[in-house]
């Protein structure tokens, strides 16, 4: 076993776990945040992806110790319990981005890395390029581009909520 | 996936002694390949020597006419390096069409080189630009350092730090992806410095990464697509499986070789 120390959604966790803890394990079962998703477990999907130091990656793809003490942003830390929804979120529902919503945590965690490396304004070339790595197996994409377009200009002045 | 010990090592040596001393150690790099092929039992190293705490590993910086990359630094950053898209836009192109953003966030060069998959985009690049493979123990030239489907000249105690990169007056990639994987189906990498023309196929050999002699030598006359039209590689020795047959991906490389080398020019 061996002992970690992370922070999470602004909070500070710690777990001793088996070496092969996956980072998405990690979240799921130890922490209860069920939002991030495994779809594929090969690393094609990014049902799970999430944001580590701020940048988009495959939480199923990296050892819980390899990121020691790292500050992790999933899907759950966007928005406060019942408070608005992050303006990424609420335009995936305004333009119907989802449907059975599993590929969804993903694919806004990775829209919002886009949008901090891209900046507010998207085109559709952009965008399909950027998701390439995040498989939806119901919408067919479309909505989930215009989504992010909008979700991106939303995002101008928009200050995160935590880490 | 198969229990290990991890180790975290902060320096080259102690990360060459864990690997020595320990029975069925193996590096860990960013993990994008290392970590899917251990969930599928391919792969059930003992020990992983974890590469991430090493100092000195990462970055790119110009040394004379050479741009030097350190084994640990991502797709990522080889993408947006300012210094490597002034010198050498052809490679951070390159790194810019590996995998996906999260994959170049972890993806590093040294462990994509090491691991020498034969539709890896790298290996294209550095026999491409006559790299110079820099480990702990010697400095390889690309040319000595690809052996065929995921073999390479290093030994197993021996670590990747630097890879360095001659500055070339032309050069440019052209890669057909594998519309599902985003690996290369074929990727050709073509460069001229001086006298020195380069024409490197990667995805298309059944023996991995190779240079094609005679693209190379039409190219002498003049560095034009115009001079490689019509010619053509042999379907015998390429790759055939449910994603392309040897003589698809013998025309891709034809066609792909003109497009670079006209992007190039
Ligand atoms: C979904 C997905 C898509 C991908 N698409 C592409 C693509 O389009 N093109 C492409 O080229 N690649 C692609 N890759 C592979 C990716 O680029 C990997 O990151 C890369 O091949 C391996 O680098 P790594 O840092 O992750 O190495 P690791 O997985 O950590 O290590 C790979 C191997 O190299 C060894 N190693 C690592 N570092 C060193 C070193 N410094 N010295 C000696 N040995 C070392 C390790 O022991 C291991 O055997 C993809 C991967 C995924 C998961
Ligand atoms: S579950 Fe991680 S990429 Fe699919
Ligand atoms: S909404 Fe069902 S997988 Fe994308």
């Known amino acids: 076993m061996t002992a970690v120390a992370l922070t999470v959604n602004g909070k500070a966790v710690t777990g001793d776990v088996d070496p092969r803890t996956l980072l998405v394990q990690f979240l799921r079962e130890n922490l209860r945040l069920t939002g991030t998703h495994v779809g594929c477990d090969t690393s094609q999907c990014g049902a799970c992806v999430v944001h580590v130091n701020g940048k988009a990656i495959k939480s199923c793809t990296v050892f819980v110790w390899q990121i020691e003490g790292a500050n992790i942003t999933t899907i759950e830390g966007l928005a406060e319990p019942n408070g608005p929804l992050h303006p990424m979120q609420e335009a995936f529902r305004e333009h119907h981005g989802l449907q059975c919503g599993y590929c969804t945590p993903g694919m806004i965690m990775t829209a919002i890395d886009m949008v901090n490396r891209k900046g507010h304004e998207l085109d559709d070339p952009t965008i399909r390029h950027e998701l390439e790595g995040n498989l939806c197996r119901c919408t067919g994409y479309h909505n989930i581009v215009k989504a992010i377009a909008a979700g991106a200009k939303a995002m101008k002045g928009h200050v995160q909520v935590q880490s | 996936m198969y229990a290990f010990t991890q180790h975290r090592p902060a320096t080259v040596r102690q990360a060459a002694s864990l690997l020595t001393k320990q029975e069925e150690a193996k590096l860990l790099a960013g993990g994008h390949t290392l970590i899917p092929t251990m969930k599928l039992r391919l792969a059930g190293p003992k020990h992983l020597v974890d590469l991430s705490k090493v100092e000195g590993l990462s970055g790119i ?205």
């Open chain 2, 61 to 265: 910086e110009m040394k004379g006419r050479s741009l030097v990359v350190g084994a640990m630094t991502t797709h990522v950053e080889v993408e947006t390096s300012p210094i490597m898209k002034e010198s050498i836009p052809a490679l951070a192109g390159l790194a810019g069409k590996i995998g996906d953003p999260a994959v170049r966030h972890r993806g590093t060069i040294g462990g994509s080189i090491a691991n020498n998959d034969p539709n890896a985009d790298y290996p294209a690049a550095v026999l491409g630009l006559g790299a110079t493979i820099i480990t702990n123990k010697r400095r390889i030239h690309a040319d000595e350092f690809f052996k065929g489907l995921f073999e390479t000249a290093l030994e197993d105690d021996e670590i990747i730090t630097k890879v360095q990169f001659p500055k070339v007056n032309k050069a440019a990639y052209v890669k057909f992806p594998n519309p599902a994987s985003r690996y290369a189906l074929v990727g050709v990498f073509v460069s001229k410095r001086s006298s020195e023309i380069r024409v490197v196929v990667t995805g298309a050999g059944a023996n991995g990464v190779f240079r094609v002699t005679t693209f190379e030598e039409a190219l002498k006359k003049r560095f034009g697509p115009k001079s490689i039209e019509g010619l053509t590689v042999p379907a015998d020795g390429m790759a055939s499986d449910i994603h392309g047959s040897a003589e698809y991906r013998a025309h891709l490389v034809g066609v792909l070789a003109r497009r670079a080398v006209a992007a190039a020019a």
